[in-house]
């Protein structure tokens, strides 16, 4: 995530995050289960959502 995606997450409301972490939370179970079968060839991605849920927690919380 760059810097101006993040500052996107920062001015966004409330309500928009949550939807963005449920996004985020459905693309990474997909992604696991893919995972699981094989059909995963860039793992990497998995990593990035895991920093991005991260990111939006953290601005959620504060």
Known sequence: MK???FQKLKNSSAAELQQRLADFYNKLQKLKFDL???K???IKEIQEIKKTI???LTIINS
């Open 40 to 42: 995963v060839k860039n």
């Open 54 to 56: 991260a990111k939006i």
């Open 36 to 38: 699981r079968q094989g």
């Open 3 to 5: 810097k101006q995606e």
